[in-house]
């Protein structure tokens, strides 16, 4: 599967981004979706997933209440809706399917990891 993740950008604290990940290569529908991030210095955190079919989300617990994530199969595409950026979001976001058992949160779950796209949030 190949991942597309575009939407990143420079913006002011306060700020909103869209970020989305376009999937290609098999079937989408068929896996739970998750974004993670990673400062510089910093591991892979993870910051949203949702559930295969969508009735599920998860959210770390700095950005509940400022980012959304959600997904339209019919795109193949998850996006991830972040509001009021704080310059400590700052960071490369990825996303990725999650392909084993386990909890949304472990990146260990997820496999085909694409190329990140960079979100700086200025103070």
């Known amino acids: 599967v190949q991942l597309q993740a575009s939407g990143g950008g420079l913006v002011q604290a306060g700020g909103s981004l869209r970020l989305s990940c376009a999937a290609s290569g098999r079937t989408f529908s068929n896996y739970g979706m998750g974004w993670f991030r990673q400062a510089p210095g910093k591991l892979r955190e993870f910051v949203a997933a949702v559930s295969r079919g969508g009735g599920s989300t998860y959210y770390t617990n700095s950005v509940k209440g400022r980012f959304t994530i959600s997904r339209d199969d019919a795109k193949n595409t998850v996006y991830l809706q972040m509001n009021s950026l704080k310059p400590e979001d700052t960071a490369v976001y990825y996303c990725?399917?999650?392909?084993?058992?386990?909890?949304?949160?472990?990146?260990?779950?997820?496999?085909?990891w694409g190329q990140g796209t960079q979100v700086t949030v200025s103070s």
């Open positions: 990725a399917p999650k392909s084993a058992i386990g909890s949304y949160s472990d990146y260990k779950t997820y496999s085909y």
